[in-house]
């Protein structure tokens, strides 16, 4: 059975940090792997997709990289803003097809004024 | 990205009483939704696979009964907790996949606000 796990649990950094979310799963046979953010009573908001093929994706601050044979990836958030303070979340699909995401418990992490 | 809408944003109820919570997908046809539960701090699990015209796919331990789950259109699914007590007070959250054009999807997973529901 597939299993995310998430670390750290919490994490909390000065504004302008550069830091590093990481994220490990169990099984290595992915379709995708999501990363999305949740601020506190809200929804999910997707942020970066990488497709089992590929190796990273950036979109703005954010660069996401995955690693399938360590079963490994990183969320990568450049100059870190008070307005990146919410829980974020990695999630991966273990088949292709319309199937469920297994969800890790999310980093929560506070950006600092 | 695609846009997946949840009403109600919250909603309190009395013990015994039944809710309807519904997802629809804003701007795209979705034959299957997904029905995720969220308790604080926790993260999200999977509940149940709803499928358009089709009876729902329930994960292991829980209550098909007490989560009534309805996809009667593309566009459309409902999760009705029935009978709710206040140990079903949760987050509930759904999301969908955008086909894309021709089916060409990226696979990317959409969700909705979430319902917040608080039984007293």
């Known amino acids: 059975k597939q299993e995310v796990t998430q670390i750290p649990a919490a994490l909390s950094v000065p504004e302008g940090e550069n830091l590093v979310l990481n994220c490990s799963f169990t099984?290595?046979?992915?379709?995708?792997l999501q990363w999305f953010r949740q601020d506190p009573g809200k929804g999910l908001t997707s942020l970066l997709l990488i497709q089992s093929s590929q190796r990273e994706q950036t979109s703005g601050r954010l660069n996401a990289s995955l690693d399938k044979s360590s079963g490994r990836s990183t969320l990568y958030i450049a100059a870190s803003q008070p307005g990146d303070s919410a829980t974020y979340l990695c999630a991966l699909a273990p088949h292709g097809g319309n199937t469920p995401l297994v969800f890790g418990k999310g980093t929560r992490l506070s950006v600092i004024a | 990205g695609a846009v997946v809408s949840q009403h109600p944003s919250w909603v309190i109820c009395k013990s015994g009483t039944s809710v309807k919570i519904e997802c629809r997908s804003l701007?795209?046809?979705?034959?299957?939704m997904f029905w995720y539960r969220q308790f604080p701090k926790q993260s999200l699990m999977l509940m149940a696979t709803s499928n358009e015209g089709s009876k729902a796919t329930y994960e292991q331990g829980v209550e098909k009964d007490k989560f009534l789950i309805n996809h009667a259109s593309l566009t459309l699914s409902t999760l009705t907790v029935t009978s709710a007590h206040p140990e079903d007070s949760s987050f509930y959250i759904c999301?969908?996949?955008?086909?894309?054009?021709?089916?060409?999807?990226?696979?990317?997973?959409?969700f909705g606000e979430g319902s917040r529901l608080t039984v007293l």
């Open positions: 701007d795209f046809q979705a034959t299957t």
């Open positions: 999301s969908a996949r955008d086909p894309g054009l021709a089916g060409g999807s990226t696979g990317e997973l959409f």
């Open positions: 099984d290595s046979a992915i379709y995708n």
